[in-house]
């Protein structure tokens, strides 16, 4: 089934305590993206990949690393969390990077930092 | 102004009526234009493209308003599982042109009653 992962689905962490969250598409889409979702904001876009080692900063990428060191995968990395990264993170792929194509989101990971 | 408006909701609709979403971008020179839908807690997913010349599927039609600069989202003979938050979709626009990247508006609440 063609399908976006994502690990955790729910994590709770505290302020400082570095975290990974996992993405992974088996679709062989070259991009790639993460957004986090906040009430009252909607979907804003963190880091987008166009392909292997091609990682570029979204519209609020403070506090958030990534890699795409394999096609298929693209993890988050928030390397020191803190309260106002509690959020709602959608991972997102889609074939390639024209408009016409169809952008397929994970299933989200609810993260929240105390 | 944000980028991507639209009235928040709740439509409170019952089974079987017409309900109508608009949904207004400031750009005016945005070219690609979308319609998501996002159940509860879950991840967003493509309703359907909106072209120039509006577009139907089934019982949901889609339009666009270049002029007024806003699309729409109309939805006849409502059923319990349209319940959703429709979320509009506009490509972002930078000084060399079009982008593929891609503005999420805030979302509209539908709640169809049995």
């Known amino acids: 089934e063609a399908q976006v992962t994502q690990n955790p689905r729910y994590l709770i962490t505290v302020t400082g305590k570095k975290l990974t969250v996992t993405c992974s598409q088996n679709?062989?889409?070259?991009?790639m993206s993460w957004y986090r979702q906040d009430p009252g904001l909607g979907l804003r876009q963190i880091y987008y990949?166009?392909?292997?080692?091609?990682?570029d900063k979204g519209d609020v990428p403070e506090g958030y690393k990534v890699s795409r060191k394999e096609k298929r995968n693209f993890p988050l990395i928030l390397e020191s969390p803190s309260p106002n990264q509690t959020s709602l993170y959608f991972c997102?792929?889609?074939?390639?990077?024209?408009?016409?194509?169809?952008?397929?989101f994970g299933p989200g990971t609810r993260l929240t930092v105390t | 102004r944000k980028e991507v408006e639209q009235d928040p909701g709740p439509f409170n609709v019952p089974e079987g009526a017409t309900v109508a979403f608009n949904c207004t971008y400031s750009?005016?020179?945005?070219?690609?234009f979308f319609w998501y839908r996002q159940d509860c807690r879950k991840e967003p997913k493509l309703l359907m493209s909106?072209?120039?010349s509006g577009n139907e599927d089934g019982r949901f039609t889609a339009q666009l308003n270049r002029a007024s600069q806003y699309i729409s989202l109309l939805i006849r003979d409502s059923k319990l599982s349209d319940s959703a938050t429709y979320l509009c979709?506009?490509?972002?626009?930078?000084?060399?042109?079009?982008?593929?990247?891609?503005?999420f508006g805030t979302g509209t609440l539908l709640a169809v009653q049995p």
């Open positions: 750009n005016s020179a945005s070219q690609s």
């Open positions: 997102a792929s889609k074939e390639g990077l024209g408009l016409s194509y169809e952008q397929y």
């Open positions: 990949s166009m392909n292997v080692e091609v990682t």
């Open positions: 679709m062989n889409h070259e991009y």
């Open positions: 909106v072209y120039s």
């Open positions: 979709v506009v490509n972002a626009m930078n000084y060399g042109g079009a982008t593929n990247k891609l503005i």
